[in-house]
């Protein structure tokens, strides 16, 4: 085996129903100003074409956001698509690569690309596992995983210190 891949994509329901909610209420005022059953001003019936754009360029940013994670012999990778992220962690730059459970929301404040002052840089997009990795200039790293079992397979095989 050559390297491992790993794509998240945020696909929890609660995400798109936070994303979704103000465009149904944008259209739903639009349908009652285009309808008379209440009086709208000018500016508020311009404001409707651009609060659809803004939603709508917020929806397909989040559906086209991937984070990929790429664990070969020579080092582990990722690349956080859409927030223009990519990371490289030298094999020889890694003293440890532990798969943990860890609280997203405690730990680092939630799901995305966070920063803690106490644990260092965290990109994950759902769930409470995560590939820890301890570098050799002291600093930590945290990359959220949906498939656990497979990356700590994978270190195990490159032979990566655990």
């Known amino acids: 085996m050559k390297e491992f ?3 998240q994509r945020f696909n929890q329901i609660w995400v798109w129903a936070i ?4 465009m149904v ?3 739903s005022q639009l349908a009652i100003a285009i309808t ?3 009086e709208f001003k000018t500016e508020d019936i311009i404001a409707f074409p651009f609060l659809i754009l803004v939603f709508t360029i917020l929806i397909i940013w989040f559906k086209r956001m991937v984070l990929e994670t790429v664990i070969s012999a020579e080092g582990i990778n990722i690349h ?3 927030l223009f992220t990519k990371k490289q962690f030298p094999k020889s730059e890694i003293l440890k690569a532990e798969i943990v459970t860890y609280d997203p929301l405690w ?4 799901w995305g690309l966070r920063y803690s002052s106490k644990r260092g840089w965290c ?3 759902a769930g409470d ?3 820890k990795l301890t570098l050799s200039n002291g600093k930590t790293v945290m990359i959220g995983t949906q498939q656990p079992e497979e990356i700590d397979s994978i270190l195990k095989l490159f032979q990566y210190p655990l």
């Open 5 to 7: 891949k790993e794509e």
């Open 19 to 22: 994303l979704i909610a103000p």
């Open 25 to 27: 209420m944008v259209f």
């Open 36 to 38: 008379g059953k209440e």
């Open 80 to 82: 956080y698509k859409g």
């Open 107 to 110: 730990n680092y404040g939630g």
């Open 123 to 125: 990109y994950n997009v």
């Open 129 to 131: 596992k995560g590939l």
